[in-house]
């Protein structure tokens, strides 16, 4: 089966109690037992529930993996994934991973004494470098947040498989419709769901997605075992939302590439982040391990923190918060809001600038997204000039 047939049917059939074509929210904690250990396969809600279970099942058939996990947020299935290492384990990192996955290694799990080394993971020799006897795991996101930088999945997994070290691709940015980290030889994949697979900025969820049986079997261990599930409701929302995400994600994507292509023509912008831009230094490598560049968009303006909050105020579709992967055009203002808790010199050392902005770009009508930014621009342009 093709993607959107598998968004749309994979670990669904219609009710066989009602025929309901809908998977239904099965909202009980509990499930009744025809006598002692004989039962349907559910026995308490947090161990299975079959909303879940529908759920579950279509993600690992999007990402063509066997096993999939759902949780109660993307940290929750991150922090699942720290249960396949223990005490005195090493992790390699990409250095610009999500600022929550960032702060759970380095401030919450180091207590546990796992050590991470957090690494430019464009480079396959610094990765090479930094591995150690005790090196279990190799973490990387790809595009990354807000630079959009590519880690080549292939070679690093091809890489950590001859050392033994499990490769966990983040693939949140580009969702199973552009990118399959499997298929290129990652062993786990994990998503916040709560961004393009949901879609419509109306619920928080995570998953992970393996082939690896010995994987899947530690993670559910340790899925009931820690419990950070999500209810019935919230599987529901993530499984409706992800029967568009075909739809959803080539909308967004043909967007952001004319957003990305306006941004280049624009006089007060320096710098324009997209790897559908043929001015992307990875643009060869996105065209080789992606379907599709995705809809995220990041720009530096001259002006600095002044004229990125100026274009902030002055657009009326593009709204400022926290977030992507939703229908909206969003902004976000990397240095005070993603990435605030990062040192000041580690921030500009990578680029992350206080003239940084991202868009994640929505699916309304590109003519009104581009109205929308050539008036906040024009705004931005009265106002240097003023000045100067
Ligand atoms: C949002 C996000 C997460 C965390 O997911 P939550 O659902 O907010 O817990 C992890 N990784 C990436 C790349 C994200 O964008």
Redesign the pocket.
Same mark, same amino acid.
């Given at each position: 089966m093709k993607f959107s047939t598998k968004a749309i049917h994979a670990g669904q059939e219609p009710d066989p109690a009602t025929g309901a074509i809908m998977t239904p929210i099965y909202q009980t904690s509990t499930f009744a037992q025809e006598s002692i250990g004989v039962h349907k396969g559910f026995e308490y809600a947090r161990t299975h529930n079959p909303t879940r279970q529908a759920l579950e099942k279509c993600l690992a058939s999007l990402e063509n993996g066997k096993y999939g996990l759902a949780f109660a @947020?993307?940290?929750a299935a991150?922090s699942c994934c720290a249960n396949l290492l223990k005490a005195g384990d090493h992790v390699i990192v990409g250095e610009d991973v999500?600022g929550?996955?960032y702060r759970l290694f380095a401030k919450v799990l180091n207590k546990y004494g796992i050590e991470f080394t957090f690494i430019d993971s464009r480079d396959l020799n610094v990765v090479k470098k930094n591995i150690r006897p005790n090196t279990k795991m190799l973490w990387i996101?790809t595009p990354t947040?807000p630079l959009l930088r590519l880690a080549d999945i292939k070679a690093l997994s091809l890489e950590a498989k001859n050392h033994k070290i499990i490769t966990v691709v983040?693939n949140?940015?580009a969702s199973p419709y552009f990118q399959n980290p499997l298929d290129l030889g990652a062993d786990v994949v994990v998503h @916040?769901t709560?961004?393009y697979i949901g879609g419509h900025s109306d619920v928080?969820?995570?998953a992970i997605v393996t082939n690896d049986d010995v994987i899947y079997e530690t993670l559910l261990f340790h899925q009931n075992a820690v419990g950070g599930v999500p209810g019935p409701m919230d599987c529901f929302l993530v499984l409706r939302g992800l029967k568009t995400l075909s739809l959803r994600a080539n909308a967004h994507a043909k967007n952001a590439q004319e957003v990305a292509r306006f941004l280049e023509n624009q006089k007060l912008v320096e710098k324009v982040y997209y790897p559908g831009l043929t001015s992307h230094p990875q643009h060869d490598l996105a065209k080789a391990q992606m379907r599709g560049f995705g809809g995220m968009v990041s720009f530096v303006l001259k002006g600095g923190f002044e004229a990125a909050n100026t274009l902030c105020q002055n657009t009326k579709i593009f709204t400022l918060a926290e977030s992507?992967g939703g229908i909206e055009s969003l902004i976000c203002h990397p240095s005070s809001m993603t990435h605030g808790s990062v040192p000041e010199s580690d921030r500009i050392e990578r680029g992350i600038v206080d003239g940084l902005l991202r868009f994640s770009v929505g699916i309304e009508d590109i003519d009104d997204l581009l109205e929308d930014l050539t008036t906040a621009f024009s705004v931005l342009d009265k106002k240097l000039k003023i000045k100067v």
């Amino acid at each position: 089966m093709k993607f959107s047939t598998k968004a749309i049917h994979a670990g669904q059939e219609p009710d066989p109690a009602t025929g309901a074509i809908m998977t239904p929210i099965y909202q009980t904690s509990t499930f009744a037992q025809e006598s002692i250990g004989v039962h349907k396969g559910f026995e308490y809600a947090r161990t299975h529930n079959p909303t879940r279970q529908a759920l579950e099942k279509c993600l690992a058939s999007l990402e063509n993996g066997k096993y999939g996990l759902a949780f109660a @947020s993307g940290m929750a299935a991150t922090s699942c994934c720290a249960n396949l290492l223990k005490a005195g384990d090493h992790v390699i990192v990409g250095e610009d991973v999500y600022g929550g996955t960032y702060r759970l290694f380095a401030k919450v799990l180091n207590k546990y004494g796992i050590e991470f080394t957090f690494i430019d993971s464009r480079d396959l020799n610094v990765v090479k470098k930094n591995i150690r006897p005790n090196t279990k795991m190799l973490w990387i996101e790809t595009p990354t947040n807000p630079l959009l930088r590519l880690a080549d999945i292939k070679a690093l997994s091809l890489e950590a498989k001859n050392h033994k070290i499990i490769t966990v691709v983040d693939n949140t940015f580009a969702s199973p419709y552009f990118q399959n980290p499997l298929d290129l030889g990652a062993d786990v994949v994990v998503h @916040s769901t709560t961004k393009y697979i949901g879609g419509h900025s109306d619920v928080v969820g995570g998953a992970i997605v393996t082939n690896d049986d010995v994987i899947y079997e530690t993670l559910l261990f340790h899925q009931n075992a820690v419990g950070g599930v999500p209810g019935p409701m919230d599987c529901f929302l993530v499984l409706r939302g992800l029967k568009t995400l075909s739809l959803r994600a080539n909308a967004h994507a043909k967007n952001a590439q004319e957003v990305a292509r306006f941004l280049e023509n624009q006089k007060l912008v320096e710098k324009v982040y997209y790897p559908g831009l043929t001015s992307h230094p990875q643009h060869d490598l996105a065209k080789a391990q992606m379907r599709g560049f995705g809809g995220m968009v990041s720009f530096v303006l001259k002006g600095g923190f002044e004229a990125a909050n100026t274009l902030c105020q002055n657009t009326k579709i593009f709204t400022l918060a926290e977030s992507l992967g939703g229908i909206e055009s969003l902004i976000c203002h990397p240095s005070s809001m993603t990435h605030g808790s990062v040192p000041e010199s580690d921030r500009i050392e990578r680029g992350i600038v206080d003239g940084l902005l991202r868009f994640s770009v929505g699916i309304e009508d590109i003519d009104d997204l581009l109205e929308d930014l050539t008036t906040a621009f024009s705004v931005l342009d009265k106002k240097l000039k003023i000045k100067v």
